[in-house]
C-alpha cells in the first residue's frame, strides 16, 4: 500500500474515521508498539457487513472494515491479541485462550505462527480446520537436580493452565499441521514416594472425523496423556514424557507413521516419578489401527512398550513395529485378551526390563487367540518373566532370529520362549540363557525349530516319490516342500531319516501321482519341541 497511516495499537485503528486514512494502517502493536502484534490493515470501503473476528477483520467504531494483509499469508497468533507472557506457573500471564481460539478460527485452512512465548490457556482449543500452526521450537533447562523438575526454557510454548483437552482436532479436512511447538502441563511438584501425576486429559485430541493430522519437531514435556489419534495420523521427531498414555490411536482405518519418537525423563529423572510410569505408563496403545508403522522410536520408564487392545471396531492389522527400543519397560510388545486376530511383524527390536523397580513382563506377550506375529532379530533382557509367551489358540508366531538374557528373575519357573497347546510356533536361530534359573526350559509348547532350507530339482519314480537328501545330522520332524512350477501341486511327506525325505507329488483334483516328471522345489527343516 503506497500510503498507511500508522498507529500505536488495534484500538488506535478502530477509533480513526476512514475520511482520515489514505488506504490502509499500518499499527505499531496490538495493544502497544512492540508487543509483536504489529500488521499492515487494508481499508475495505465496499464491505458494510462482515462481522468482526478480532483478527483478519476489524470493524472501527465508524464501520469501517479494516482487514490485516498477512505476512506471506502466515498470521502471527499475536496479531489475534494472544500475549505469551506467562512464566508457566499457575495463573501467571495473561489468559490467551479467547484469542488463540479467536486466531486458530478466523486461520481456517491456513498458517497461523506462534512467535517464541509461553500462551497460557485455561480451556480446550477447537480447531475446526485443516491449520497449520507453526512455532519457533521449544528448548528445556536440565537442573541436574533429581528432586525437582526441570525447568522450560525458550521457544513456543502453550501452557494448558487446566485439566482439560489441551488442543481438539474436529475438522473433516486433511493437511492440518504442529510443527516447532511445545505443551507444558500442571504437575505436583513434590516429587517424593507415592507420587502420581494430575488428572490431566490428552494434550492433543484427533477426532475419528479428523484425516491426515502431523506432529513435527514437538515436544509434549509432562503430559498425563500426550495424543489421541485417529485417522491417518504423523508423528515425526516428537519428545516427552507421558505418565499414563504417550500416543493412544483407535478408529484409525488407514495408515498412520510414527517415526523418530522419543519419551525420555525430559521434565523429571527422578525415581518417584519413574516408579509410577514403570507401573502405569502405556508409551503407545494401538486398538482398531490399520497398517500403522513404528519406526525408530525409544521410550523408557513404562510398564507398556506396545500394548495392543481392542476397541468398538477391532484391533490392529499388519502393525510394523522397526529398530524400536524399549528400556526399563515390562510388557514391551503385549496383544490383550480381546485384540483377538491382530497381525503384526517385528524387526530390529530391543527390550529390556527394570531390575529394581518391576516385577513381571515379557518381551512379547500374547494373550489372545487367532493373530499373527513375526518377528525378526528380537532381543530382550531382564524380562522378569519370560521372553516370548503365547497363550490363547489359533496363534502363528514366527520367530526369526531372537536373543534372550537374564529372563525369569525371580526364578518362578518361566521358560524363555513359551507356547501354549493350540498355538504354532515356528522359530529360527536363537540364543538364549539365564543365571537367575538354571533349571528354567528355554523352550516350551509346540515350537518348529529351522533347521534349514535349499531349492533343489529331482525326478519322480514310479510311484510319484522323490527321496530328498536333507544333509542334516539329524531327522528333521517336519519338511514344507513348495514346488516351484506348480504351485496347485499336492505334496506328501511320507518317510523322514537321518539322511532323506520321501515326498510324494501328485496332482491337484485328483490323487493321480507325477510319475517318472522332473520338479524343482524348495523344502525347508524343522524340528518340534
Not at 155 to 182: K, P
Not at 274 to 298: G, W
Amino acid at each position: 500500500m503506497a500510503y498507511l497511516t500508522v498507529v500505536d495499537n488495534v484500538s488506535a485503528m478502530l477509533a480513526l474515521s476512514h475520511a482520515n486514512v489514505a488506504s490502509g494502517v499500518q499499527t505499531m502493536g496490538y495493544y502497544s508498539p512492540g508487543d509483536g502484534g504489529d500488521g499492515v490493515y487494508r481499508m475495505d470501503l465496499s464491505d458494510t457487513t462482515s462481522p468482526s473476528d478480532g483478527v483478519l477483520v476489524q470493524v472501527a467504531t465508524d464501520g469501517t472494515r479494516y482487514k490485516l494483509e498477512p505476512t506471506n499469508g502466515v498470521v502471527n497468533v499475536r496479531q489475534g491479541g494472544a500475549r505469551g507472557n506467562s512464566n508457566g506457573t499457575p495463573g501467571n500471564g495473561a489468559d490467551d485462550t479467547a484469542r488463540i481460539q479467536a486466531t486458530v478460527t478466523a486461520v481456517g485452512h491456513g498458517a497461523m505462527y506462534v512467535p517464541a512465548g509461553i500462551y497460557r490457556t485455561t480451556s480446550v482449543i477447537n480447531v475446526g480446520a485443516a491449520t497449520k500452526i507453526y512455532g519457533d521450537g521449544y528448548t528445556v533447562n536440565r537442573t541436574g537436580n533429581q528432586t525437582a523438575p526441570n525447568t522450560i526454557g525458550s521457544g513456543s510454548w502453550f501452557y494448558f493452565d487446566h485439566t482439560g483437552i489441551g488442543f481438539y482436532l474436529t475438522t473433516t479436512f486433511a493437511g492440518g499441521l504442529f510443527r516447532g511447538i511445545a505443551t507444558l502441563r500442571n504437575q505436583p511438584l513434590n516429587l517424593v514416594a507415592g507420587w502420581t501425576p494430575t488428572a490431566n486429559d490428552f494434550d492433543f485430541l484427533q477426532n475419528p472425523s479428523t484425516p491426515e493430522w502431523s506432529w513435527e519437531d514437538v515436544m509434549v514435556l509432562n503430559p498425563t496423556k500426550g495424543f489421541s489419534l485417529a485417522s491417518r495420523p504423523r508423528l515425526q521427531n516428537v519428545r516427552g514424557q507421558p505418565f499414563q498414555i504417550g500416543v493412544y490411536v483407535d478408529q484409525s482405518t488407514d495408515t498412520g507413521r510414527f517415526e523418530s519418537i522419543h519419551f525420555w525423563p525430559y521434565w523429571a529423572d527422578n525415581a518417584a516419578v519413574e516408579n509410577y510410569q514403570m507401573h502405569n505408563l502405556a508409551l503407545y496403545q494401538f486398538l482398531r489401527a490399520d497398517n500403522h508403522t513404528l519406526l525408530n522410536c525409544f521410550g523408557i520408564f513404562a510398564c507398556w512398550g506396545v500394548r495392543i487392545s481392542n476397541g468398538a471396531t477391532g484391533t490392529v492389522s499388519k502393525l510394523r513395529i522397526t529398530s524400536c527400543d524399549f528400556d526399563s519397560v515390562g510388557y514391551a510388545i503385549i496383544v490383550e485378551t480381546a485384540a483377538n486376530a491382530a497381525t503384526l511383524q517385528i524387526d530390529n527390536v530391543s527390550v529390556q526390563g527394570d531390575l529394581n523397580n518391576q516385577t513381571f513382563g515379557f518381551g512379547l506377550y500374547v494373550q489372545s487367540s487367532n493373530c499373527r506375529v513375526m518377528a525378526s532379530v528380537f532381543n530382550a533382557v531382564y524380562c522378569h518373566q519370560g521372553v516370548v509367551r503365547c497363550e490363547g489358540s489359533g496363534n502363528h508366531i514366527q520367530i526369526g532370529n531372537i536373543e534372550g538374557i537374564d529372563w525369569d528373575v525371580a526364578a518362578a519357573g518361566f521358560a524363555g520362549i513359551d507356547i501354549a497347546s493350540g498355538n504354532v510356533c515356528s522359530v529360527g536361530t536363537y540364543y538364549l540363557t539365564t543365571k537367575y534359573n538354571a533349571t528354567t526350559n528355554y523352550l516350551t509348547g509346540p515350537i518348529q525349530v529351522y533347521l534349514g532350507s535349499s531349492a533343489t530339482t529331482g525326478t519322480t519314480d514310479a510311484n510319484g516319490i522323490i527321496n530328498i537328501p536333507h544333509g542334516l545330522r539329524a531327522r528333521p520332524s517336519v519338511a514344507h516342500i513348495e514346488p516351484v512350477s506348480d504351485s496347485a501341486m499336492v505334496t506328501i511327506v511320507t518317510a523322514t531319516s537321518n539322511t532323506t525325505v520321501s515326498v510324494k507329488f501328485r496332482q491337484s483334483g485328483n490323487a493321480a501321482p507325477y510319475v517318472n516328471t522332473p520338479i524343482a522345489f524348495q523344502v525347508s527343516y524343522h524340528n518340534t519341541i
